[in-house]
């Protein structure tokens, strides 16, 4: 049973974990941050996460010495538990590493984890809904008894969900943000193209429409983009001959 000290830190972590709404979030980062909060909660000797960072496989770890989850996780091109949770989706349940079974299961992976004084270890998926968005392995020293081996699993799936939800709001508070930048980006431009057709017209003392077609063929003759050209009408920079280029102000 968990202490109430221990309650108040995994609430503390599922909040900050979920918390990813930032300019400058960085993923590596962030599943870093998650992992060593594993570490810390599930007295674990490190943690790693294997995730998809843009389209390649990414690597992000926790514990001291970092090196020791890198390893665990680089392993297990011949198979792993978390190379496993990736692929089907779902946990890989607590494994002692020093049966027989896992040997035969996972043998590169087991020797090494072996070497470093792992007993236990164990992989959860990060899943949003029906996208899988990576997974998180736990590395358990041999010293540590593992008492309550599925709470610590049931756990360690509770902040990969929250992990899993963090990366899914940011993926998505990114794309609003791109929408949004290009939405004003294209209001600012339509704004630019009004104001240099109206001074056009003014000038002329001619129509918008008119106004208009000028800029029209002005930036398909120079293969230039619409607003680009009236930047420079607003600039005053353009000259009028090369604008109408060849149309003659009505009588």
């Given amino acids: 049973m968990r202490d109430r000290t221990s309650e108040l830190r995994l609430a503390q972590v599922l909040v900050e974990t979920a918390n990813t709404l930032d300019d ?5 980062l ?17 943690a790693g996460v294997i995730f998809d960072g843009f389209g390649a496989p990414a690597v992000a ?6 090196a020791l989850a890198l390893d665990l996780l680089g392993v297990q091109h011949g198979g792993g538990p978390c190379v496993e949770s990736l692929g089907t989706g779902l946990p890989v349940p607590p494994v002692r ?4 079974e896992p040997a035969q299961r996972w043998p590169e992976f087991t020797a090494l984890a072996r070497r470093h004084g792992i007993g236990v270890t164990y992989a959860v998926p990060l899943r949003q809904r029906e996208t899988l968005l990576g997974a998180l392995n736990v590395f358990v020293p041999e010293t540590s008894r593992c008492p309550h081996a599925e709470d610590e699993l049931r756990l360690a799936q509770a902040i990969a969900d929250a992990a899993a939800v963090g990366l899914h709001n ?7 943000r791109t929408l949004a930048t290009q939405l004003q980006g294209a209001l600012t431009s339509r704004v630019r193209i009004e104001q240099a057709k109206g001074m056009l017209a003014e000038r002329w003392h001619t129509g918008v429409d008119d106004a208009f077609d000028a800029l029209r063929r002005y930036a398909r ?9 009236a930047i420079d009408v607003i600039k005053g ?15």
């Fill in 61 to 66: 770890t926790g514990g001291h010495p970092h």
């Fill in 237 to 251: 920079s353009l000259d009028d001959a090369a604008l109408r280029g060849g149309w003659s102000e009505p009588s």
């Fill in 170 to 176: 940011h993926r998505a508070y990114t794309r609003y």
């Fill in 24 to 28: 400058d979030f960085d993923p590596e």
């Fill in 221 to 229: 003759r120079e293969r230039l983009v619409m607003d680009l050209v």
């Fill in 30 to 46: 962030y599943l870093g941050r998650v992992a060593g909060h594993c570490v810390e909660l599930l007295d674990a000797s490190a």
């Fill in 97 to 100: 590493l020093t049966a027989a």
